[in-house]
């Protein structure tokens, strides 16, 4: 066994640790803690997926304390999982950097280390979920992940920060109990929970035609289930509440993170579970394609009506969740074209919510779109920041945007003539709506308007917030610029996923 | 549709209509706490349907005597047990998140009503 193999149980432990840790300490050391814990894990995916691409060997697979499989619990990993599990991490790091300032004021200050604390086990759980391979522990993190997003909702413990954290919960409920049972009825109809094995039976099962009814409905209800928790269309009515109402690192870490989360595992059940003939067979891909489509357009109208930056936002999450639902609708070919609009999406989102709420301070404190004209004079890192996720988001040159509508509209080419049509031209209206509403805002935000008042804080405080939106900003250039390397990584992957 | 074979997997269909039972009253009832009790109903509906399908009839349990093993077709699986063990303690968890949520929004708004807390979160958000 090669050294970098230890790294991904490590990274899931270090972060459990990490979050008992938290807990235990005061603010100011808990969050050293937890920022120098992720940088660990981002070096250490880093170096996984380099071992992985010098030794060109592919996947392997890690049996925790050297047990095999059906007694112990398996590890699997291979780009693609080192791959996200790097960004993840990155990802959360800049949140909790930008969001400090606005965690201590908005909560109880005393209770920082809690917040930092469920970050890492959030993160862990995010980490198990990516490496796990084994469908029962995927559900239990998934669990533990509904149950930090929820905290992460509540914490700033204002009425509408709780009311929105309950109906997350409610209905994150429905989508585990959905998936749940599905997971207990593919275990009751092939008595395997590891992937490979299940891979094997489902496949016997495809081919004697036997169970077709049943595997039918397993699919379904799991990509019901996963769909109703990462949020796509018909099941978006937490969306709008829950991703404005927390504190904005909370924001950021739900729609760029927490969604992701979900939307991969469901990507790994299709691949490494049912294989996409299967879900064929079922029909589900219809389901995904009418959903994500409806969302896609659903989202963008929403987004157009909203008064405030951060429902816009929010909203906005709606319909690029319809886009990465849109690339697994599209089968095999538009896996990749998912994965890379959920990388390119996570680091856009993130940003658009951080630096928001920067503009929301430069704004006088309020982020209706009406009082944030010439915000962008009084605090013009924060807005170029703000404008190069929103331009991501429309899909214009030289963001990571642009990449992912290109690669799922050249997908689509590949599919029969209606989807085609109903791609091409969804997609072309949703860039049309985009650039209404989100050129609209930075119209607004540039524009000169009430004098230039100094902001509050000293530039000193807010470097560190800065520094996280150039990061982030840096991804969303990067997608656009390493587009080509991105992607190979990316297929190469999901070759071996 | 057979009939008899409905009755063969009594257990089974029992815990369908409970978990869908659990699912209706979760999603349409208004008040917390029955929503919570739908949610505890729909978990234990599934480990219902998980405990029958592990127990096998005129088999003990799978726990082995040193002394005198026996082989492993004397006994239940055992996995359902171990999955049903897990699936309760997150089930606690989340009942447990739940209601300190719902003392949380009482302690707020003096009311269970989602609609109603919804409403007035809304206004003090205005």
């Known amino acids: 066994m090669l050294w970098w193999q230890n790294l991904p149980f490590l990274s899931i432990l270090l972060c459990l640790l990490a979050s008992a840790g938290c807990s235990l300490l005061p603010g100011r050391i808990s969050r050293h803690l937890a920022r120098g814990v992720l940088l660990l894990c981002i070096l250490g995916s880093a170096s996984l997926t380099a071992g992985l691409l010098r030794s060109g060997s592919g996947a392997f697979v890690f049996w925790m304390g050297h047990f095999p499989a059906p007694w112990g619990n398996e590890i699997r990993a291979g780009v693609l999982e080192g791959v996200c599990a790097c960004l993840f991490p990155l990802i959360m790091l800049c949140a909790l950097t930008a969001g400090r300032g606005a965690l201590a004021e908005g909560t109880a200050s005393r209770r920082e280390n809690l917040y930092d604390a469920v970050c890492m086990l959030l993160m862990s759980a995010l980490l198990a979920q990516v490496y796990s391979n084994d469908l029962f522990t995927c559900y239990v993190f998934l669990e533990i992940m509904t149950l930090s997003a929820c905290a992460l909702i509540a914490f700033r413990n204002s009425g509408p920060s709780l009311a929105a954290a309950i109906r997350y919960m409610v209905l994150n409920l429905v989508g585990s109990g959905l998936f749940l049972l599905s997971l207990v009825l593919l275990y009751d109809l092939t008595g395997h929970l590891l992937m490979e094995n299940l891979h094997d039976s489902v496949r016997a099962l495809a081919a004697d035609g036997a169970h077709h009814r049943s595997l039918t409905i397993i699919i379904a209800l799991m990509t019901v289930g996963l769909c109703v928790k990462s949020a796509l269309f018909p099941f978006h009515s937490w969306v709008p509440d829950a991703y404005s109402a927390g504190v904005p690192s909370s924001n950021a870490i739900l729609s760029s993170l927490v969604s992701k989360g979900y939307i991969l595992l469901l990507l790994k059940v299709y ?191 807010l470097f560190p917030v800065h520094a996280a939106c150039g990061v982030l900003a840096l991804g969303v250039l990067g997608t656009f610029l390493g587009a080509s390397p991105l992607l190979e990584l990316l297929t190469r992957g999901l070759a071996q996923f | 549709m057979n009939l008899s074979m409905l009755w063969e997997n009594r257990p089974q269909a029992a815990a369908v209509i409970l978990f869908g039972i659990g699912l209706a009253t979760l999603l349409l009832n208004q008040n917390l706490i029955r929503k919570i009790i739908g949610f505890s109903f729909m978990d234990s509906a599934v480990f219902l349907f998980l405990a029958s399908e592990g127990y096998i009839a005129g088999r003990a349990a799978p726990i082995q005597n040193p002394a005198s093993p026996l082989p492993a077709s004397a006994f239940v699986n055992p996995i359902p047990a171990g999955l049903v063990l897990t699936g309760i303690v997150v089930s606690v968890s989340v009942t447990a998140l739940m209601l300190a949520l719902t003392v949380r929004l009482w302690q707020r708004y003096h009311t269970l009503n989602l609609d109603e807390i919804i409403r007035l979160a809304r206004r003090e958000e205005e």
């Open chain 1, 271 to 461: 691949v490494r579970v049912f294989g996409w003939d299967t879900v064929l067979a079922s029909r589900v891909d219809l389901l995904l394609l009418g959903f994500s489509l409806a969302a896609v357009i659903y989202g963008s109208l929403a987004a157009m009506r909203a008064a405030h930056l951060s429902r816009m936002t929010a909203w906005s999450s709606v319909a690029q969740i319809g886009y990465i639902f849109l690339g697994l609708g599209l089968g095999t070919g538009g896996y990749a074209a998912a994965v890379f609009h959920l990388i390119s999406h996570a680091f856009a989102k993130s940003l658009l919510f951080l630096s928001g709420d920067r503009l929301r301070e430069a704004g006088g404190g309020s982020d209706r779109l009406a009082d944030l004209t010439g915000a962008a004079r009084r605090d013009p890192v924060s807005a170029v920041c703000w404008s190069a996720a929103a331009l991501s988001m429309v899909g214009l040159p030289f963001t990571g945007g642009l990449v992912s509508k290109l690669l799922l509209g050249m997908e689509a080419l590949h599919h029969s003539l209606p989807v085609r049509i109903a791609v091409l031209a969804v997609l072309a209206l949703s860039t049309l709506l985009n650039v209404c509403y989100f050129l609209r805002t930075l119209l607004v935000l540039w524009s000169p308007g009430r004098e230039a008042s100094p902001l509050r804080e000293s530039g000193r405080r």
